[in-house]
């Protein structure tokens, strides 16, 4: 029978029989990937199959060993404990970022506890990845490493090693002769994650699973990736600067307002849970243009330091540039600044950067962002303890709220001047 052909939405999996270059569903612009869905014949009233074990919600026990920890403390804080027994976890990050490194020191601490674990990857050889784990000294011999792509051989090598513990390096490199497309499409990611993830909980492995992300550091694939998995764990960080966040974006056995804080080192990564610290001993003096400020990521206050850079445009329409910083916002507070602090930047060029490769997405810090492109348009240095924190509104106004009190309050503790 001729197969059927269809186009998905990579973004939000709205189905077309046609190609468009818009999603009627989630506007977005050429999302639409063809998918081939064989025919089948049988009918619904000819399925027959047994029914399903069901349990009384009251019978409940709980296994207060039901978590695999790690040795550090700061990815045992993102997963609520450490990874869940049976959970199907997907991480994601730029390239070059060290996910791979990370899998490799939580192999390492998984295997301690004699759990077998089993690396497979489709974009490494077995020689790469020893390589790698003789740098990091990760050696034990319960952890089990092959090259492989193909889904069918990636099962038959789970059901023979068994592992209590299961690495695949990357979903979009996997694939299925079944499915006639090529890896990383829609149909094969999604038919990929749906078969490991039945085989895994069936047999009770624990999976870490690792994903792609898109230029704008979105995860890469059909959107019903991330709805299949139990939770989504997100690397952050600037390849070339050492700090690395690791935020939780969907967990089903816990919360996802705690991040884990990581400084990359020639050893491998290493828990850093006072990144303040390290950035104040680099204040010595005061500066013009650069200042303190601090982000509140689900229970855990963080200092940061941003700089701002106003320099008198060559060129007709001036520049605005933001590393670390959204855009947009930057522009918004530019306009804030004209209309109601008499700062006229028009005809000059405004870099902003936050230090350590930081992403900063709370608006918190606008107060700080604004203290610092007044004091290099002026000229004027910012005290090196000087700490700015608050929410500017369109009115020029600090917006006042419980995380504005919570965080003077964590100022106050740090004995910094605001």
Not at 32 to 45: A, H, L, S, V, W
Not at 239 to 258: C, H, P, S, V
Not at 275 to 288: P, V, Y
Not at 342 to 361: A, F, Q
Request: contains cysteine; neutral net charge.
């Amino acid at each position: 029978m001729k197969p059927k052909h269809t186009y998905i939405c990579k973004n939000c999996g709205q189905e077309s029989p046609v190609w468009a270059g818009q999603c009627s569903q989630c506007q977005e612009w050429n999302s639409f990937e063809e998918q081939i869905i064989e025919q089948q014949t049988r009918r619904p009233n000819q399925i027959k199959s047994k029914p399903a074990k069901v349990t009384d919600i009251n019978n409940f026990t709980p296994n207060k060993n039901n978590r695999l920890k790690t040795s550090s403390e700061e990815l045992n804080r993102v997963l609520n404990g450490g990874f869940l027994t049976s959970s199907f976890t997907l991480l994601t990050g730029e390239p070059g970022i060290g996910k791979s490194t990370l899998t490799l020191q939580i192999a390492k601490d998984i295997a301690t506890q004699g759990k077998t674990v089993l690396i497979i990857s489709g974009e490494e050889s077995e020689n790469q990845i020893q390589e790698r784990a003789q740098r990091l000294k990760v050696l034990d011999k319960n952890i089990k490493i092959a090259n492989e792509s193909s889904l069918e051989t990636i099962l038959a090598t789970i059901e023979a090693e068994k592992p209590n513990f299961l690495i695949l390096d990357s979903i979009q490199v996997i694939e299925a002769s079944f499915v006639q497309s090529t890896a990383g499409s829609v149909s094969q990611v999604r038919y990929c994650t749906e078969e490991l993830l039945g085989y895994c909980k069936k047999n009770q492995i624990t999976t870490l699973l690792i994903g792609h992300v898109t230029k704008d550091g979105t995860l890469a694939g059909p959107r019903t990736l991330e709805h299949l998995v139990d939770t989504v764990l997100q690397f952050e960080g600037d390849r070339y600067q050492d700090i690395r966040l690791l935020r939780t974006f969907k967990n089903r056995f816990g919360a996802t307002n705690e991040i884990g804080l990581f400084k990359m080192t020639e050893e491998g990564l290493k828990d850093c849970p006072n990144i303040s610290e390290e950035i104040l001993q680099h204040r010595t003096k005061d500066r013009i243009g650069s200042i303190l400020s601090m982000i509140i990521e689900g229970t855990r206050p963080i200092i940061i330091e941003i700089q701002a850079l106003v320099n008198q445009t060559h060129f007709g329409y001036p520049k605005r540039t933001a590393s670390g910083y959204d855009l947009n916002r930057l522009n918004l507070l530019i306009a804030v600044l004209q209309k109601h602090f008499k700062v006229d930047l028009s005809t000059y060029d405004v870099y902003l950067n936050i230090t350590g490769g930081i992403r900063v997405r709370d608006p918190i810090t606008d107060q700080a962002v604004i203290e610092a492109l007044i004091s290099s348009y002026k000229r004027i240095p910012i005290p090196k303890n000087r700490i700015a924190i608050g929410e500017m509104s369109l009115t020029g106004e600090i917006i006042e709220d419980k995380r504005l009190q919570s965080a003077t309050k964590q100022v106050e503790k740090m004995g910094l001047a605001k």
